[in-house]
């Protein structure tokens, strides 16, 4: 199909709703499968944080067993994105989610050395990209490249954004009552499940390409072939630019509770509210608005997404930042319309790179805006970086659409 018709039947298809997407079998598994790994790569976060400081009574050991987690995507979705499109994709998914339970395997068993756990760790966050990549991919095997692929992509989304509001908390129950190493185990049945459930779940499908190339060749020439294309360049540096800055109060909001003299459940509330605003906003975007509409608020709503951080600048109250971070998260449903886009975009045979370097880079970016607004709350109080956070992903979200115009990023609809 061409991309101007896969484009023309993405716009112009009527809103189905969420339940449309759940009438299709594959998904069901895809959905109860991605369900249990990410509330088991959660909680293994949480645990593992907690088992290492156990052993090595060092802050900075745990801080970093923690941020190990988002370091080695760009690594593991630019060097191994080739898998995503070489091999079967459900191959891939069930042998990615058996070698994180093997990781988990030997993170449980006791006198594993501490450099061994963070290896294990940064081998778990390695493999991460391609199975999201992957995943995303074989979407459209099941779900077509239509509205249903949006709704469905949608909802693993909003899945991961309720999880993590979920997942700390079930975690932090469990090491109540049993220890980090039994966590763990826990998680390990939840990869497992995960596996069982992608293996006899969903169904067996050829690869995308049969490469030629070594691996790490080919996932190199899809990262060239995709930043080549001003396109996809375009729409790619749309999911990736307003996330970078979207994150600046998320990792300051410690330091700006207690800037505002707000206490631990205020604190939580400010981690809490900017993804019910995401949440939200993606669950009526995603059942209200056709796909036609979606791609109309693409521009616009990237445009001024993060707008709403220029009310730092009078170091607002619990109540309005709470209502700011709610915008904000707000801001984000612009993505249903793009996920439109990209998918018309990307030929078939290089889709799962493309998606494995888009999520790769996602959580790149998200981990290299927090870095970069603590680093800044070092020399500037707390309220002026989220502030500035505005101004200049703003202005470079603005120029942004304005390349992406340029570039003809928005499908043509032919009707």
């Not at 802050?59 to 988002?70: E, Y």
């Not at 307003?242 to 998320?250: K, L, S, W």
């Not at 056709?290 to 607002?316: D, F, N």
Request: hydrophobic share 55%; glycine share 10%.
């Amino acid at each position: 199909m061409s991309t101007e018709t896969r484009a023309s039947a993405l716009d112009a298809a009527p809103p189905q709703g969420y339940g449309a997407v759940f009438r299709v079998r594959e998904f069901r598994a895809v959905f109860a499968a991605h369900l249990l790994s990410l509330l088991g790569v959660i909680v293994s976060e949480i645990a593992l944080t907690v088992l290492v400081y156990e052993l090595t009574n060092s802050p900075l050991l745990s801080a970093l067993t923690f941020a190990l987690g988002m370091l080695p995507y760009l690594i593991g979705g630019t060097l191994f994105a080739g898998v995503a499109d070489r091999y079967p994709a459900r191959r891939v998914l069930v042998v990615c989610d058996l070698v994180c339970a093997a990781c988990v395997a030997v993170m449980i068993v006791p006198g594993t050395p501490v450099a061994a756990l963070l290896a294990l760790r940064v081998l778990i966050a390695a493999i991460a990209p391609v199975f999201t990549g992957t995943r995303m991919a074989a979407l459209t095997d099941i779900l077509g490249e239509g509205d249903l692929f949006v709704l469905g992509r949608s909802l693993l989304r909003i899945v991961s954004q309720s999880a993590q509001l979920a997942g700390f908390g079930v975690g932090g129950i469990l090491l109540a009552v049993v220890s980090p190493r039994g966590a763990i185990t826990i998680t390990l049945g939840t990869f497992l499940a995960s596996a069982a459930l992608l293996r006899f779940g969903t169904k067996a499908r050829p690869a995308r390409t049969r490469g030629s190339a070594t691996l790490l060749r080919e996932s190199l020439s899809g990262a060239r072939l995709v930043f080549a294309d001003r396109r996809m360049r375009a729409q790619i540096l749309l999911f990736w630019i307003p996330a970078m800055f979207v994150v600046a109060p998320e990792a300051l909001a410690a330091p700006y509770a207690a800037h505002i003299g707000a206490g631990p459940a205020a604190l939580g509330l400010m981690m809490c509210a900017m993804p019910v605003g995401h949440i939200a906003a993606e669950l009526w975007v995603g059942t209200r608005l056709s796909g036609r509409t979606r791609s109309r608020i693409v521009y616009p709503v990237a445009a001024v997404g993060l707008l709403p951080y220029l009310g730092y600048a009078m170091a607002p109250g619990l109540g309005l930042t709470l209502l700011l971070l709610v915008l904000a998260g707000a801001g984000g449903a612009y993505v249903l319309g793009l996920d439109q886009w990209f998918v018309a975009t990307v030929p078939e045979e290089l889709r799962g790179r493309a998606m494995t370097l888009m999520t790769a880079g996602l959580m790149t970016v998200q981990g290299a805006g927090m870095a970069l607004a603590g680093l800044a709350a070092e020399f500037w109080p707390v309220h002026q970086v989220v502030t500035g956070a505005g101004v200049l992903g703003t202005a470079l979200s603005v120029l942004l659409v304005w390349e992406a115009r340029r570039a003809g990023a928005e499908p043509p609809v032919h009707t």
